[in-house]
């Protein structure tokens, strides 16, 4: 079985995330290509899209979202996530169980709840207008007296099919959104039975190669490994030994292929996408990244790993980028993130009079 270098693994994730080179294509087939992006708030796929997508402009993001075409929704690992119509419409019934069984994270705060009666109470609320999760509670509170609001709240969200309602404010979405039933919105059904061999494969060509383990850390489905084994896909194997699967004639560039400084947002999923994140990140890393409050920090990539953390701010007109590095940086790299750095602070802030990228400590 040919080995994989871990480079090589880099190289070949990178390519498919888009994170090579710019490409040009669509928001919309972007957001297909990545199969999603995690959408904790909504500004941060604008930035992972001005990241992979050459020419990416915030209004084409926005105009596929007032189309329709692009919705942002709970859904892989029952969090917010923004992706293509087609494939929420595809991929919600597979994804159900995984929504289904985070309602075991109520513990002692479900008693009392009958999740078909809530489904059912908060389906109504909603096909009347589209609601705040705050609205939600409230009116289903008076239907359930005697169970806890935030429980009321949480079935509604992880088992009744949402989309958030778009405002035209900037990034697309409020701070404390609408939600309206997806069904509706998308005039549209969703696909009736479980397809996760094809999430699996769609997974492999946005993640691939990687093991059955990334792609449940990526989905949060469960015994992912005879779906695995049931399809048609090319095996490798890593440094360690593990087995690699990969969709047939999938990219695998040359591991000496050069990749540019890249920013990515926070809570990208390629910091997420798999059980063991070496790939992108070295293991001394991870505790300045992953938080101990479920936060990912915003991080840049040099050589295709992340090599530090970025953070952007705009005072009395000056859009300044701070960058804090994990260890030194040689002048030819300073200058690439200068460049690329300047560029994502004019995305972010148009109306700056003037732009600075500086380092921190």
């Given at each position: 079985m040919v080995?994989?270098?871990?480079r090589?693994?880099n190289r070949?994730?990178?390519?498919?995330?888009?994170?090579?080179?710019?490409?040009d294509?669509?928001?919309?087939?972007a957001v297909?290509?990545?199969v999603?992006?995690?959408g904790q708030?909504?500004k941060h796929p604008?930035?992972?899209?001005?990241?992979?997508?050459?020419g990416?402009?915030?209004?084409d993001?926005?105009?596929?979202?007032?189309?329709?075409?692009?919705v942002r929704a709970?859904?892989?690992r029952?969090t917010?996530?923004?992706?293509?119509?087609?494939?929420?419409l595809?991929?919600?019934t597979?994804l159900?169980p995984?929504?289904?069984a985070?309602?075991?994270?109520?513990?002692?705060?479900?008693?009392?709840?009958e999740?078909a009666k809530v489904v059912?109470?908060?389906?109504k609320?909603l096909?009347?207008?589209?609601?705040?999760?705050t609205?939600?509670?409230d009116?289903?509170?008076?239907?359930?007296?005697?169970?806890?609001?935030?429980?009321l709240?949480?079935?509604t969200?992880?088992?009744?099919?949402?989309v958030?309602?778009?405002?035209?404010?900037?990034?697309?979405?409020?701070?404390?959104?609408?939600?309206?039933?997806?069904?509706?919105?998308l005039?549209?059904?969703?696909?009736?039975?479980p397809?996760?061999?094809?999430?699996?494969?769609?997974?492999?060509s946005?993640?691939g190669p990687a093991?059955?383990?990334?792609?449940?850390?990526w989905?949060?489905?469960p015994?992912?490994?005879?779906?695995f084994?049931?399809?048609?896909?090319?095996?490798?194997?890593?440094e360690?030994?593990?087995?690699l699967?990969?969709v047939?004639?999938?990219p695998r560039?040359?591991?000496?292929?050069?990749?540019p400084?890249?920013f990515?947002?926070e809570?990208?999923?390629?910091?997420?996408a798999h059980?063991?994140?070496?790939?992108?990140?070295?293991?001394?890393h991870k505790?300045?990244?992953f938080?101990?409050?479920?936060r990912v920090?915003?991080t840049y990539?040099?050589?295709?790993?992340?090599?530090g953390?970025?953070?952007a701010?705009?005072k009395?007109?000056?859009?300044?980028l701070?960058?804090?590095?994990?260890?030194?940086?040689?002048?030819k790299?300073?200058?690439e993130?200068e460049?690329?750095?300047s560029g994502l602070?004019?995305?972010?802030?148009?109306?700056?009079?003037?732009?600075?990228?500086?380092?921190?400590?």
């Amino acid at each position: 079985m040919v080995v994989l270098s871990g480079r090589a693994v880099n190289r070949a994730t990178l390519v498919r995330q888009m994170l090579v080179g710019r490409v040009d294509v669509s928001a919309v087939e972007a957001v297909g290509r990545l199969v999603g992006m995690q959408g904790q708030e909504a500004k941060h796929p604008y930035v992972g899209l001005w990241s992979r997508v050459d020419g990416f402009a915030e209004g084409d993001l926005d105009a596929a979202v007032e189309g329709r075409e692009v919705v942002r929704a709970t859904l892989f690992r029952g969090t917010l996530h923004l992706v293509t119509a087609a494939d929420y419409l595809r991929f919600r019934t597979t994804l159900a169980p995984v929504l289904e069984a985070g309602l075991r994270m109520l513990k002692e705060r479900a008693e009392g709840l009958e999740p078909a009666k809530v489904v059912k109470a908060a389906e109504k609320l909603l096909a009347k207008e589209p609601l705040t999760f705050t609205d939600v509670r409230d009116g289903l509170q008076q239907e359930f007296p005697d169970v806890n609001e935030r429980a009321l709240g949480f079935c509604t969200r992880m088992m009744v099919p949402l989309v958030i309602y778009p405002t035209g404010t900037r990034w697309g979405w409020p701070a404390n959104p609408k939600f309206t039933p997806a069904e509706a919105w998308l005039d549209g059904k969703l696909h009736p039975k479980p397809v996760a061999e094809e999430l699996v494969t769609r997974y492999l060509s946005a993640f691939g190669p990687a093991t059955p383990a990334d792609f449940q850390t990526w989905s949060g489905l469960p015994k992912a490994k005879p779906v695995f084994d049931g399809l048609e896909l090319e095996q490798f194997t890593d440094e360690a030994g593990k087995t690699l699967y990969d969709v047939p004639d999938a990219p695998r560039p040359d591991p000496d292929t050069p990749a540019p400084v890249r920013f990515l947002p926070e809570f990208d999923n390629l910091l997420l996408a798999h059980a063991k994140r070496e790939r992108i990140i070295a293991d001394e890393h991870k505790p300045a990244v992953f938080t101990k409050n479920l936060r990912v920090k915003a991080t840049y990539t040099v050589d295709g790993l992340v090599a530090g953390l970025w953070t952007a701010a705009k005072k009395r007109g000056v859009a300044t980028l701070t960058l804090t590095p994990f260890g030194r940086t040689t002048k030819k790299t300073a200058a690439e993130l200068e460049r690329e750095g300047s560029g994502l602070l004019r995305f972010l802030e148009p109306e700056a009079k003037t732009y600075e990228v500086v380092t921190g400590g």
